[in-house]
C-alpha cells in the first residue's frame, strides 16, 4: 500500500489461535516469549484509505523463551 502510516501484525499460535499483536507505526517489533512454539505471522498496511487485506502467512517461526523480534 502506498503511503502507509500503521501497521496490523497477526500472530497465530495453536495454544491462543490468531491475535492482533502489534498496531502502529514502526516497522520492527519485539516479543518476550513465555513458551516455546512455532507460530506465523501475517501483516497489513493502513493508510488514509483503509487497511490492505493481511499478507500471506509466513513460514513456522520456531519461538524459545527469551526476548525475540522482527
Known amino acids: 500500500m502506498a503511503y502507509a502510516t500503521s501497521y496490523q501484525l497477526e500472530q497465530d499460535d495453536p495454544q491462543n489461535g490468531?491475535?492482533?499483536?502489534?498496531n502502529g507505526s514502526?516497522?520492527?517489533?519485539t516479543q518476550f516469549v513465555v513458551a516455546n512454539?512455532?507460530?506465523t505471522y501475517r501483516v497489513k498496511a493502513?493508510?488514509?484509505a483503509?487497511?490492505?487485506t493481511f499478507s500471506?502467512?509466513?513460514?513456522?517461526?520456531?519461538l524459545?523463551?527469551?526476548a525475540g523480534g522482527f
Open 18 to 22: 490468531a491475535n492482533i499483536v502489534y
Open 26 to 29: 514502526g516497522t520492527s517489533w
Open 37 to 39: 512454539g512455532t507460530v
Open 46 to 48: 493502513c493508510g488514509s
Open 50 to 52: 483503509g487497511c490492505s
Open 56 to 62: 500471506a502467512a509466513s513460514n513456522g517461526v520456531q
Open 64 to 66: 524459545e523463551s527469551g
